[in-house]
């Protein structure tokens, strides 16, 4: 069973307009971890903001947010005031589990959302 | 500094080929990975190291052959690949004792198999 969903294979915004892009999960946890990352056409892989599944509060980065939905498990980021350079691949991964203890954990990957930003 | 170093960044070899990939970071994480990433699709694990010890294998077949040799440095040896491992090979690393244990990705090494 897919345990990250992004339903936006694509999307094309303005410049300077804010941005959602969508990542449902599914898990019995209940402690796990949600990350976003970008990739560039060069192939890295950035992380951009994490969220813990206890943490009350979204999490937010400069111009990116995360809004956390526990109830409904989403995990949406919004980058505000988008830019040329926020063209690139999103990821929304998932790690579950508690990783206190020697031995690291696996992260899932959403199928991705191509984001183009036109100017 | 989260800066992850892979090396070579792209690299062609044939079915016979014996080739390694490097990847180094310092950081001080403990936590290393091998991930595959195929054209339009998401990373896929391969490997873990835990302080320098093999913690997971995703069932990849034994042409791969992960190696540790120190808390900073990965390779990752190919012997024998046939043309469907063409790919994107990222690395990352974590600090695998913190809340978050983000992973922290290289620029990754494009392999092509002739």
């Known amino acids: 069973a897919q345990k990250i969903t992004q339903t936006q294979p694509g999307m094309f915004v303005q410049e300077k307009e804010a941005v959602t892009l969508d990542c449902t999960y599914d898990?019995?946890?209940?402690?796990?971890?949600l990350f976003w990352y970008k990739q560039p056409s060069s192939g890295e892989m950035i992380f951009l903001i994490y969220?813990?599944?206890?943490?009350?509060q979204n999490a937010t980065e400069g111009r990116y947010s995360l809004n956390f939905q526990k109830a409904r498990k989403s995990a949406n980021l919004v980058i505000s005031a988008s830019q040329l350079g926020d063209s690139a691949m999103y990821f929304c991964?998932?790690?579950?589990?508690?990783?206190?203890?020697?031995?690291?954990?696996?992260?899932?990957f959403g199928q991705g959302t191509r984001l183009t930003i036109n100017p | 500094d989260t800066e992850v170093t892979q090396t070579p960044k792209h690299l062609v070899m044939g079915m016979t080929n014996k080739k390694s990939l490097k990847c180094e970071q310092h950081?001080?994480?403990?936590?290393m990975y091998w991930y595959k990433q195929k054209a339009k699709k998401p990373p896929e694990l391969m490997f873990v190291?835990?302080?320098?010890?093999?913690?997971i294998n995703e069932s990849v077949p034994s042409r791969f052959s992960p190696e540790c040799p120190n808390s900073s440095l990965l390779n990752l040896h190919l012997h024998a690949l046939q043309p469907e491992d063409s790919a994107l090979y990222l690395c990352?690393?974590?600090?695998?004792?913190?809340?978050?244990?983000?992973?922290?990705f290289g620029a990754g090494t494009r392999l092509s198999v002739l």
């Open positions: 990352a690393s974590s600090q695998d004792e913190t809340r978050e244990n983000i992973q922290y």
């Open positions: 898990t019995s946890d209940q402690s796990y971890g």
């Open positions: 969220q813990g599944s206890y943490d009350e």
């Open positions: 991964a998932m790690r579950e589990g508690v990783s206190l203890i020697q031995g690291a954990q696996k992260l899932v």
């Open positions: 950081m001080g994480h403990r936590a």
């Open positions: 190291y835990s302080y320098e010890k093999l913690s």
